[in-house]
């Protein structure tokens, strides 16, 4: 079963506002990545955190995370029609067979001008 | 900026036949990673190279898809023969060891097998 499960599976808001996005992952982690992904294109890293913060930041991108609840969420402000795509988390884990790197099945976010 | 390459970029054959992808990761990154992703899902890990070393290919079918890193540094992803089921979008990412690193995604291939 897949590590990363993101919440909601769809996110429509008007330009502006903030858009909040949230992920819930099984077993312990090594860190957590979120991604973006353009329909049709290949996915373009946002950040990544490790298991030992709690927060950061990237220029209107802040990312948290929570061990104890198993969870992480990220927070896009003053969104722009340009950030319409679908965002996943990954979890990067080490489990029985090795090295296990998982991604969500995303949400997909609508910026409507 | 360095890129992850892929070609083809669309591919569509018919079911039975053999298809082949092909992937030039950023120049220096040791670790290359195949996807699949299915239309409206998260990528799912096909394959994970060190180097020409494969160190994760418990979610590649075996039976029919294949993947080699012959050189440490481009690679091929092999299926055959396809199915109906294989219709999907195979990317190709690679960071610079793995891990607590970010990893850099091709522009992808899009399969469609009729």
């Known amino acids: 079963s897949q590590q990363g499960e993101e919440d909601p599976q769809a996110l429509s808001i008007q330009e502006g506002e903030n858009a909040t996005m949230n992920c819930s992952y099984k077993?312990?982690?090594?860190?957590l990545q979120w991604y973006r992904q353009n329909s049709g294109r290949g996915l373009v890293h946002l950040i990544l955190i490790r298991s030992n913060e709690r927060e950061k930041h990237s220029g209107r991108l802040r990312v948290t995370l929570d061990t104890s609840k198993k969870s992480s969420s990220l927070l896009i402000t003053a969104s722009r029609a340009a950030d319409t795509a679908s965002y996943f988390c990954?979890?990067?884990?080490?489990?029985?067979?090795?090295?296990?790197?998982?991604f969500g099945p995303g949400t997909r976010l609508s910026v409507l001008p | 900026e360095a890129e992850v390459a892929q070609s083809p970029r669309y591919k569509i054959t018919e079911k039975s036949q053999a298809v082949a992808f092909w992937c030039d990761p950023i120049s220096g990154h040791a670790t290359l990673y195949w996807y699949r992703q299915i239309l409206g899902q998260g990528p799912e890990l096909l394959v994970q190279f060190q180097d020409e070393s494969v160190v994760d290919d418990s979610q590649l079918p075996k039976d029919r898809f294949s993947a080699e890193r012959l050189k440490g540094v481009d690679s091929t992803l092999k299926i055959q023969p396809a199915e109906l089921g294989d219709s999907a979008m195979y990317l190709c990412a690679s960071s610079f060891e793995g891990g607590n690193n970010e990893q850099f995604f091709g522009p992808g291939t899009r399969l469609t097998v009729l």
């Open positions: 077993t312990s982690i090594n860190n």
């Open positions: 990954a979890t990067d884990a080490w489990d029985n067979y090795g090295q296990n790197f998982v």
